[in-house]
């Protein structure tokens, strides 16, 4: 089965340093991992490159959470 959230993750974790273990489909990019908009560019850009998924900058700004990068790939594969 094609786990997008676990796919997600390990990209954030790849981008953003934080412990796998210590990171939750409901955290927020900014508030909680710190990401900075510089981060949220290479994060999108390697979700664009891992699902075949164009990213809209509408999409983009509604992308707080990895549930929400996993809600919108599931819906625009």
Aim: aromatic share 6%.
């Amino acid at each position: 089965m094609d786990d997008i959230p676990a796919r997600i993750r390990r990209i954030v974790v790849r981008q953003l340093g934080v412990p796998e273990d210590a990171l939750s489909n409901d955290m927020s990019f900014v508030d909680d991992l710190g990401a900075d908009s510089l981060d949220a560019m290479e994060m999108v850009l390697a979700f664009e490159g891992e699902f075949g998924c164009p990213i809209s900058d509408e999409a983009i700004r509604k992308m707080i959470t990895v549930r929400d990068a996993a809600s919108y790939i599931a819906a625009n594969q």
